[in-house]
Structure formats: C-alpha cells, structure tokens
C-alpha cells in the first residue's frame, strides 16, 4: 500500500545548503508546505499529488521515476529553480499549469496527459518566454480537464520576436483536444505524431513552421481538425505507406476545416512522399468531406466489358 500523508511540511534550509528528502516507497500527498531550497527525492518511485500548490510550495525535485498530478485542482509550476529529475509527470486530472520564469525541466523525457473512464488531465503553457525549460516530449490525450483541450496554450509561442518557438514533439497517442487562444500564434517547430486526431479550439493559429509531417500509413492517419483557429500547413510534408494494401477506404481527411470557424492557410504540402497513381489530394475537400485537405482515390470510370 502507498504511504499517505495529508500535509507534507519541510522548512528546508538556505539554497546553498539544500536538505534532501528521499522516498524509499511510493507516496500520496494530498497537500504540501515545503520550501523551494529541499531536495525531493522521488528515488524511482511515484509521487502522487493531489492539490493546489504554487511554485514556491514545491520543492526542487531529483531522481527517477513518476511524478502523478491527480485531483480537480491546478498545480502550478514556475520559478527559475531546477530540477534534476529525469522521470516523467503524468497529468490524470486537473490542470498543471506551465507559467513564465518556468523551472528548467532539461531532464524531464515526457509529460503524459491521461483520460480514463470519463476523467482527463490538462497541461496549460503560458511560458512563452521560458519555451526552451520545458520537458522534452507531451504525449496528450482526450478533451482536458473539463473541456479545456488536453494541451493548453494560453500565451504565443515565441511570446516575442527573439524568443524561442514551441520546440517539443506532441505525440497524439488517441483523439485529442489542444487549446489556442483567440489572437495567439503557437510556432510548433517540433514533430507532431502519434495515431489519433487532433483537434484545435479556442481561435488562434497554429504554424507548424514547415516540420510537420502528415502521416498516413495503411488505416492510420494522423488528421488534424481545426473547430475553431487556423491551421498553417505551408511548407509541411505528407508522407503515404501502405496505400496499396487498403481496401474499402477512399478517402483520409488530413485536414479538416470545414467548421464556421476553421481555416486553412497553405494551399498545398511542399512535398508528398509515397503517392501511388490512384490517388490524389484535393485541398478543397470532396461531397464526403467539404473543406477538408484530403487524400483520396476516385471511383473508377469507363465502360465495363462483359465476358461471357
């Protein structure tokens, strides 16, 4: 069984001299006192935290193993004191929000944002000066906590000119929502994958910056919705496999822009990589699929000779 604590408190001694907690098992905390300048320790266990913190509550952080945002409430992480912990967070509920003077989290591989069984996680991004401090992966899945898009960016990524772009890949692991605020611009330099659809909210635009690269391999195609904002596709790459072994399919939506409030800017991908001769890309959409940029293959057509 996990330990419990309901409140953790460690004074903590000054920044030159940090004291050290270390775990030796799995921990549940559903509130926490400690001072910035302790060393926590998670030793290769799991830290479960289940409450409203702000930065300077949340001691500096070691070790491998993971640390697990549960709970309704918002956990904020900012300040410009390091962690050192290679392990990765898991954001199951709740939101844990990202904030300027961001800690740097250079050895943190992957923050995951869960939905299960009708409860999901946010991870909220309003550090667009600190961009280049944060983990090195999100791997994002469902709506968000209540709605509010599995990814959540409310600042533009540069926030200025000379700041740096949204770096870190996004892997869509199942259907996903991502938040973008009206008048916002995200820059995302880094690689977008993963098997589920993307789906983009909130009215601001979304610059994959030349890097992405579409995807579509057999049955699988990595789609992007755009339900309210702009989705910029000029300069980005569609790559095809296994087209020839699909049968049933003709049609993929790889874009799909067809709501009021959705647009399309790229009239058409700078490279197309793996198409075969029976099929064709139509940037303005089919019957099936109006305003949509989508890959398909046409109904075959001529006449038909009957042997008998």
Not at 10 to 30: E, H, K, Y
Not at 81 to 91: L, R
Not at 151 to 160: E, M, V
Not at 185 to 201: I, M, Y
């Amino acid at each position: 069984m996990d330990a419990h604590v309901s409140k953790l408190t460690w004074p903590g001694g000054p920044s030159t001299t940090l004291d050290t907690i270390t775990l030796n098992a799995d921990l549940v905390v559903d509130d926490m006192a400690s001072s910035r300048f302790v060393n926590l320790n998670i030793n290769g266990n799991t830290l479960f935290v289940d409450y409203a913190a702000n930065y300077d509550k949340f001691p500096r952080c070691s070790g491998s193993g993971l640390i697990v945002k549960q709970g309704t409430n918002t956990f904020y992480m900012g300040d410009d004191w390091p962690h050192t912990f290679t392990g990765e967070w898991v954001v199951s509920n709740g939101t844990l929000k990202a904030i300027n003077y961001l800690a740097a989290w250079p050895d943190c591989p992957n923050v995951t944002v869960a939905s299960d069984a009708g409860v999901s996680g946010t991870v909220e991004l309003n550090c667009g000066s600190t961009a280049d401090r944060l983990p090195l992966r999100f791997t994002i899945a469902g709506p968000g906590y209540s709605n509010q898009g599995a990814l959540r960016f409310t600042q533009s990524f540069p926030q200025s000119a000379g700041q740096p772009t949204f770096a870190r890949p996004i892997t869509v692991q199942a259907d996903a929502t991502c938040y973008i605020g009206s008048g916002l611009t995200v820059e995302h330099t880094g690689a977008l994958d993963g098997s589920g659809t993307l789906t983009l909210f909130g009215g601001g635009t979304y610059d994959m910056n030349n890097v992405w690269t579409g995807t579509v391999s057999g049955a699988t195609c990595n789609g992007i919705v755009a339900a309210a904002g702009t989705v910029d596709i000029a300069g980005c790459t569609l790559s095809l496999a296994g087209l020839e072994g699909v049968s049933g399919r003709r049609e993929y939506v790889l874009v799909d822009y067809a709501s009021a409030n959705g647009y399309l800017v790229g009239t058409n991908f700078a490279a197309v990589n793996g198409l075969t001769g029976d099929w064709l890309i139509d940037y303005d959409g089919t019957d099936a699929h109006p305003n949509a940029v989508v890959l398909l293959r046409p109904p075959m057509r001529g006449s038909v000779l009957i042997v008998r």
